[in-house]
């Protein structure tokens, strides 16, 4: 079982910078990929980021990509996204996971309730 916890969310103006974390419990942190998804108003949750158990391995949805930057620390039981330049678009809220390694939200077991992060143009 792990327990997922997202911080760092808020609002920033177009063109500033969010660091997202997300804090798991549990032992077994380092053998799930993480990933990141993301639901707007209205709209389907979507693929941002994810990671593979050890870091080596990264991947970013064409939107995001040369803009967040995912990491984690096992050592810490954490993930992070970090945001920069970030656009009205980017506006959602965003949600940790952990599961296999895939931009597929239903390859991921379990989820975090997610952090609001709302971009002022």
């Known amino acids: 079982q792990v327990q997922l916890v997202e911080s760092g969310g808020g609002l920033v103006q177009a063109g500033g910078s969010l660091i997202l974390s997300c804090a798991a419990s549990g032992r077994t942190f380092s053998a799930f990929a993480m990933g990141w998804f993301r639901q707007a108003p209205g709209k389907e949750r979507e693929f941002v980021a994810r990671?593979?158990?050890?870091?080596?391995?990264?991947e970013y949805s064409d939107s995001v990509k040369g803009r967040f930057t995912i990491s984690r620390d096992n050592t810490k039981n954490t993930v992070y996204l970090h945001m920069n330049s970030l656009q009205a678009e980017d506006t959602a809220v965003y949600y940790c996971a952990a599961g296999r390694y895939s931009v597929s939200a239903s390859a991921y077991i379990y989820w975090g309730q997610g952090t609001q992060v709302t971009v002022s143009s």
């Open positions: 990671i593979t158990t050890d870091a080596q391995v990264t």
